[in-house]
């Protein structure tokens, strides 16, 4: 079976801050992972994914995350947020390419001016 | 269609009562998946059709829960006698289905339908 932690349910940082947001999974098998952002009234839209290669993996707005199988984490990154970031945040695991997702409880960015 | 499409939006029951929440996926997506999404938490996994069968429904929570996709494109999730736990906002996403590690499992959301029981 697979879960995901995600430390902290509000993460509040300055517009042009780092941004870093937490995830930890569990796995008996070697994970696929992901994370995804949802917007108010939105769907979720996928960031980025790792399932095998280059651990450090770039998404979509300037996004980053590196896969640590030693520390079981999937950090999500950026270098530099904007007001436009501000959104709550999914991990997610899966066990392949054909399994389903759990998800983590999520993560609300706050981004202040 | 170009997304995911979920009907109703929004939908206010009472408690009891007999509920429909329907999902169109992406035209060619062979893959249909229903989440439940309660407040402050993440996506719950509840059922997934691969075409027309449910290759696995071990998240649907009990027997008032049911899902169909007759014809391997619409799914419409089902709920008999609502009570006033079952409120959340019931996600749908698609994929193509063929997994791997190149498409592994990217799913597309819909906006989801809220549900709200009296």
């Known amino acids: 079976a697979q879960s995901v932690t995600q430390l902290g349910s509000h993460v509040s940082v300055s517009e042009g801050a780092l941004v870093l947001l937490r995830c930890n999974y569990s796995?008996?098998?070697?994970?696929?992972l992901f994370w995804y952002v949802q917007y108010p009234n939105q769907g979720l839209q996928l960031l980025l994914k790792?399932?095998?290669?280059?651990?450090l993996v770039k998404g979509i707005n300037g996004f980053e995350a590196e896969f640590k199988k030693s520390e079981t984490s999937f950090h999500l990154t950026k270098p530099s947020a904007h007001m436009s970031d501000a959104a709550e945040y999914f991990c997610?695991?899966?066990?392949?390419?054909?399994?389903?997702?759990?998800f983590g409880k999520g993560t609300m960015l706050l981004v202040s001016p | 269609g170009a997304g995911v499409s979920q009907t109703p939006s929004n939908k206010v029951t009472e408690k009891g009562k007999y509920v429909e929440l329907r999902c169109d996926p992406i035209?060619?997506?062979?893959?249909l998946y229903w989440y439940r999404q309660s407040l402050g938490q993440g996506p719950e996994f509840l059922i997934y059709?691969?075409?027309?069968?449910?290759?696995?429904d071990s998240g649907l929570p009990n027997d008032r829960f049911f899902a169909v996709r007759p014809e391997g494109s619409v799914s419409t999730l089902k709920i008999q006698r609502t009570e006033r736990g079952d409120s959340a906002v019931y996600l749908c996403?698609?994929?193509?289905?063929?997994?791997?590690?190149?498409?592994?499992?990217?799913?597309?959301f819909g906006a989801g339908s809220r549900l709200t029981v009296l």
């Open positions: 996403a698609s994929s193509p289905g063929q997994g791997g590690v190149s498409g592994a499992n990217v799913l597309t």
């Open positions: 796995s008996s098998v070697p994970p696929y």
């Open positions: 790792y399932t095998t290669g280059a651990t």
């Open positions: 997610a695991v899966s066990a392949s390419g054909y399994s389903t997702l759990t």
């Open positions: 035209s060619g997506h062979t893959a």
């Open positions: 059709f691969q075409g027309t069968g449910a290759a696995d």
